[in-house]
């Protein structure tokens, strides 16, 4: 291998690496997004003394938020669980 060809696989090697370190950055911040907005969510439904219509609208706008992030509008949404 040359040195030139050395460079080329060097520059590549990196922007490889950097690629995959903005990739796990983003992730992280889409993780921490979720944890907040689910905390958000379960306030809005179990933790208010008197929920109404504006907290209907707030968690659509929070389930529209989510699905522009992960494109599951029911990310946050409890799953059922099946025992056996």
Same mark, same amino acid.
Not at 10 to 34: F, G, I, M, N, S
Not at 60 to 80: F, K, N, P
């Given at each position: 291998?040359?040195? %030139? #060809?050395?460079?080329?696989?060097?520059?590549?090697?990196?922007?490889? @690496? +950097?690629?995959?370190?903005? !990739? /796990? =950055?983003?992730?992280?911040?889409?993780?921490?997004?979720? %944890? #907040?907005?689910?905390?958000?969510?379960?306030?809005?439904?179990?933790? @208010? +003394?008197?929920?109404?219509? !504006? /907290? =209907?609208?707030?968690?659509?706008?929070?389930?529209?938020?989510? #699905?522009?992030?992960?494109?599951?509008?029911?990310?946050?949404?409890? @799953?059922?669980?099946?025992?056996?």
């Amino acid at each position: 291998m040359t040195k %030139a #060809e050395n460079r080329a696989a060097a520059k590549v090697w990196r922007e490889y @690496r +950097r690629q995959q370190r903005r !990739d /796990a =950055e983003r992730a992280a911040d889409v993780a921490a997004d979720l %944890a #907040e907005l689910d905390r958000l969510r379960r306030y809005l439904i179990f933790g @208010r +003394r008197a929920p109404g219509a !504006d /907290a =209907e609208k707030l968690c659509s706008a929070i389930d529209d938020y989510v #699905e522009q992030l992960t494109g599951d509008r029911s990310a946050l949404h409890a @799953r059922s669980s099946s025992i056996g």
